[in-house]
């Protein structure tokens, strides 16, 4: 009985977000603080809530496969809730018998829903239970994948940081030939000058020759006798 009322006042949540467009963790916060009625919110309503807006998209999608008659979309908010209720009940909560979950998902629609929707939910979720375990295996398979995806795309941010850490370690290294090759021509041209400046000191021939003693002067510069 507890869980029943459980599911009720999860209901209820679910319902008023729904006719809101507010989000349901959003809304179940301030049920929280604010249940909107004598008792809080029991730990099992709360379950409830989280684990249909956590599961949404896939809850929906699984729902949407199984319906005969209308969207999703179109559904009464109170039908479109109790099967999320379901429907999580179902796929992923192992601790409630499948044959409970749609039976308590009937006692709701017949309580609050017109006449026609027991009938229309019990059809939907008993799809829904015979092709639980196909709906298991795309969800592993999908999260595999996705697993997948996050290993590649952490190893391609591990490459990305290795190729950085060795551009800047290449990046930091003197580069020898380059430094040597600027020496060389350093040296070179510092050898350059200084033959320069050598050469501009160095006096001429004819200088010598107005420098030194007419007997030191070569005879090759001495004018022959006739």
Known sequence: MARSTARKRALNTLYEA???SQDFLSLLEERK?????????????????????????????ALQ???????????????????????????????????????EALSLAKTLSDADAPSFIHG??????????????????????????????????????SDKAKAGIAASEPVSSGDGHADSESESAEGTHEDEDADQSAPSLDQLKLTLPKELTPDVDLPSGD
Do not use: C, F
Not at 33 to 60: K, M, N, S
Not at 135 to 161: G, K, T, Y
């Open 18 to 20: 729904d006719e809101k």
């Open 33 to 61: 603080v604010r249940p909107g009625a004598q008792t809080p919110l029991p730990a099992y309503a709360v379950t409830l809530v989280e684990g249909v807006a956590g599961h949404r998209r896939d809850i929906d999608e």
């Open 65 to 103: 496969t199984h319906s005969t008659r209308w969207p999703l979309s179109r559904m009464h908010a109170i039908d479109r809730n109790i099967l999320r209720i379901a429907a999580w009940e179902i796929l992923y909560n192992p601790d409630v018998p499948d044959k409970v979950a749609i039976d």
């Open 124 to 161: 939907l979720l008993s799809a829904l239970e015979q092709e639980k375990d196909e709906h298991q295996a795309r969800r592993e398979q999908a999260d595999r994948i996705a697993a997948l995806a996050d290993a590649e795309a952490d190893a391609d941010a591990s490459d990305d940081e």
